[in-house]
């Protein structure tokens, strides 16, 4: 541990020899092609598939009222009334976004699959739609789904401490409103399934690139009234998922549906269209924003109302409306806190994960609304910062809302950052610019990057939902010859796990980490799991390591039982080191494929009473708990952070900007591979920059999506992601297995450090940043607006009047 040894899994994926779900072939496999609505809301009062069945080399259909019979709706989270809401693999009677699956067609090809598509006759009753979640909550909205009788599907109040003291002890009150925008984070593999029922064992088998599959099964299993233990998950390579491939069992029931009808193995491979369209977007929130401070820069508390808006269906929410307040106060010392939190269903395409899940939009709001006190007070940001943070002799430090922020570092990481962009130069040549017209920005943002979710956090939202904790399982084997497998449930797509866990084994057993083989990908015949079990909330190395430190331990006991036996010898004289078991006192060894010889095929030279073998398995959880009546409780074991500034140029006469300096530092714990970190810190940082500058999601009034395309969705590439100055920081978790804690989430980083960056720049033009997205088009509309006095509406600045102030 802590060498930046290349990942092991590199080689093939490099030269081509990944196996993705589209690489796997099976023998008279056919092709899925779905049909997709081309309106927002509407009812379907035809759909004919007749000629599209005719057609020559079409093996069999799909459509809703089909799967309406033989399927159930999915399970919901959501409390009363929200939990009524019907939700199926493909859209039955009615329409409720863009995208929305209509129709299924399976044929001898792709090619074929889609043309018959086109002859599929539907029609539509357009009905009203709504795009706007704060307009869906209107009384006289269309309702979108009238089983449920209202698009709210969500509400909660927090309220910690005293906020009305807070309010009457300020000096002022700043009062501002705050919209994030929707984007996704594109993995370079979009969605698939290939879906195999074999009659004669009754199993059905779902190769896919599902982040946490088994996680998926009771959804799987209740809407096809299908058998959880027939039921097999096989991933192998994913192509990236970042939260995007969590919600794909729609499209596995689908194509599970299709697999049963047509009795052969059916492939799915969604385009790119579809995934922009129709996978997941990033939660989209509004949030209006009271400010208690000090004319010092002591912010006092926060106020807030958000409007979460979650899309067509719930699906993975109302998860989102609780997730936020893992990190409820951010890196700040605030003990007042108020959160009304509103999330509605609109007629766009339904949220889900997306990397920094909830958590950025939340941080993204609290780093802009320290820069907008920083502004109104005429004080630096940095000032601010470091006057509210939390400082390293209070950890660990338990927030508002119940959180514990397992160790860190605040201050330093935001003095390191500064050092590392040379902060006080750019502030020195931005004011010189000034004066010649130049529009220099400088901006900061310090965000926590929190890690391994308690799944108890959706009890806020319905505490009759049926999970708590989190929990992962590894196996770790030694063979007859002295080789060591490794098998974990934590279904990697791209993490580097394979390089990782062989790293944590290779050190408990005194070998090279080329000694271990790891498993790549997931089997659920395989792999031990929970059904926890998965790669999201950067909870891989910190659940991966506890599982795998819990079957070393096991399989060390027993191996130092045999080695002791042989060599006459007590057990706990035994240590592991150059694969041997070593006898510290006397010096005397066995080579590990000599108990592994012993173990397996010489056993009549076992311990008396030992059982054959040497293999151990693990289930490893943190120590969680479940939400107390004011919503208190540790959401995630460890606390990540990140400390980002952007410095930029901006013309003022097209709205472009570029980045001239990017620096960050990060601090995830102690640090298994700081290589592989170094790529989650790049990845993170370049997602986030994606979508400050480039990524968008845009509807028009229609409910068409305007940006379906990468032609019109923008995706940074290499070229255009500035170079950044890295340096991290080593702070052991208090908490986690060898004071590990997860890490590459950190995309909303690098929303609040621009955006704070671009408001500074445009500061001697009285321009104010209230959207996490920065293009030139909006950026040079903000400033027009500006010259001809057509501010959209100004933050309230309220000042209090007192006695001897």
Not at 4 to 15: A, C, F
Not at 356 to 375: F, K, N, P, T
Not at 446 to 452: A, I
Request: charged share 25%; hydrophobic share 40%; aromatic share 8%.
């Amino acid at each position: 541990m802590g060498r930046p040894l290349r990942r092991k899994e590199d080689y093939r994926l490099i030269t081509g020899l990944g196996k993705f779900v589209d690489d796997v072939k099976m023998p008279g496999m056919a092709y899925v092609a779905v049909l997709r609505s081309p309106y927002a809301h509407a009812r379907i009062s035809k759909l004919d598939v007749s000629k599209a069945e005719a057609m020559d080399g079409v093996v069999c259909t799909l459509v809703g009222d089909e799967v309406a019979k033989k399927t159930d709706p999915f399970l919901q989270i959501s409390a009363a009334p929200a939990n009524k809401m019907k939700d199926y693999c493909l859209a039955v009677g009615k329409v409720h976004f863009v995208g929305e699956p209509v129709a299924a067609v399976v044929a001898e090809t792709r090619s074929l699959a889609e043309d018959a598509l086109e002859l599929i006759e539907v029609e539509y009753e357009v009905l009203d739609h709504v795009l706007d979640v704060r307009a869906a909550l209107q009384p006289k909205a269309p309702v979108i789904h009238e089983e449920v009788g209202s698009n709210l599907v969500f509400h909660e109040m927090w309220d910690y401490g005293d906020m009305e003291a807070a309010m009457n002890d300020a000096d002022k009150v700043l009062k501002e409103e705050l919209h994030f925008h929707r984007f996704s984070s594109t993995p370079i593999e979009n969605n698939a399934v290939l879906a195999h029922y074999d009659k004669a064992t009754g199993v059905l088998t779902l190769y896919n690139n599902n982040q946490m599959p088994m996680f998926c099964i009771p959804w799987i299993s209740f809407a096809l009234k299908f058998p959880s233990n027939r039921i097999r998950m096989v991933t192998g390579d994913i192509g990236g998922g970042f939260g995007t491939k969590i919600i794909s069992y729609p499209y596995m029931v689908l194509a599970s549906m299709l697999a049963m009808k047509s009795g052969r193995p059916v492939k799915w491979i969604e385009s790119r269209t579809e995934h922009l369209l129709a996978a997941n977007h990033g939660n989209e929130r509004t949030f209006a924003v009271e400010i208690p401070v000090k004319n010092d820069g002591t912010i006092l508390g926060f106020k807030v109302k958000a409007w979460d808006d979650c899309g067509g269906y719930t699906r993975y929410e109302p998860a989102g409306a609780t997730i936020w307040a893992q990190v409820t106060p951010g890196a700040y010392r605030f003990k007042n806190f108020q959160m009304e939190f509103f999330q509605g269903v609109t007629n766009k395409c339904p949220v889900g994960p997306n990397r920094g899940y909830s958590r950025m939009q939340h941080l993204w709001m609290l780093e802009r609304c320290v820069d907008i006190v920083a502004r109104e007070l005429g004080l630096d940001p940095t000032e601010v910062r470091l006057k509210n943070f939390i400082r390293p002799d209070e950890m660990p430090y338990v927030t508002p809302s119940g959180g514990i922020y397992d160790g860190g570092d605040y201050p330093e990481s935001l003095r390191r950052v500064v050092k590392l962009v040379d902060y006080w130069r750019w502030r020195k040549e931005q004011e010189e610019g000034r004066k010649t017209g130049r529009l220099i920005g400088i901006g900061l943002s310090t965000v926590l990057d929190s890690g391994t979710n308690n799944f108890a956090q959706v009890k806020i939202g319905n505490p009759d939902n049926p999970f708590s904790g989190n929990s992962e399982g590894a196996r770790i084997s030694i063979d007859t010859l002295g080789g060591i497998q490794v098998a974990l449930g934590t279904v990697p797509q791209g993490q580097g796990h394979e390089t990782f866990a062989s790293q944590v084994v290779a050190d408990e057993f005194g070998v090279h980490p080329d000694q271990v083989n790891v498993l790549m990908g997931f089997d659920s015949t395989v792999n031990p799991y929970s059904h926890q079990s998965g790669a999201y909330a950067s909870r891989c190395a910190v659940m991966g390591t506890g599982a795998l430190l819990g079957a070393a331990k096991k399989l060390k006991e027993k191996a130092a039982r045999i080695a002791a036996h042989v060599m006459k010898s007590d057990p706990e004289r035994i240590v592991f080191k150059d694969g041997a078991a070593v006898d510290r006192d006397s010096g005397k060894s066995i080579l590990l494929w000599q108990i592994g010889n012993i173990a397996w095929v010489n056993n009549v030279l076992l311990p008396e009473g030992m059982e054959p073998g040497l293999v151990a398995i693990n289930y490893w959880k943190p120590d969680f708990g479940l939400p107390d009546e004011k919503k208190r409780l540790n959401q995630t074991l460890t606390y990540s952070y990140q400390s980002h500034a952007a410095v930029i140029e901006l013309d003022r006469e097209t709205g472009k900007f570029k980045i001239l300096q990017y620096a960050i530092v990060d601090d995830c714990g102690r640090q298994i591979n700081p290589l592989i970190v170094e790529g989650q810190v790049h990845g993170a940082a370049a997602h986030g920059i994606g979508a400050a500058m480039y990524e968008s999601f845009v509807y028009n009034t229609d409910g068409q999506l305007q940006s379906s395309t990468f032609v019109d969705y923008l995706v940074p590439t290499a070229l255009d992601i500035p170079h950044m100055d890295t340096e991290s920081m080593e702070t052991p978790s208090l908490f986690a297995p060898k004071g590990i804690k997860g890490v590459g989430e950190g995309g909303g980083t690098p929303l609040a450090a621009i955006a704070n960056a671009v408001e500074d720049a445009l500061s001697p033009l009285g321009v104010e940043i209230r959207d996490s997205h920065q293009n030139p088009q909006d950026v040079y509309k903000l400033i027009e607006g500006n010259r001809a006095g057509r501010h959209a509406g100004p933050m309230t600045n309220v000042a209090k009047h007192k006695s001897g102030k």
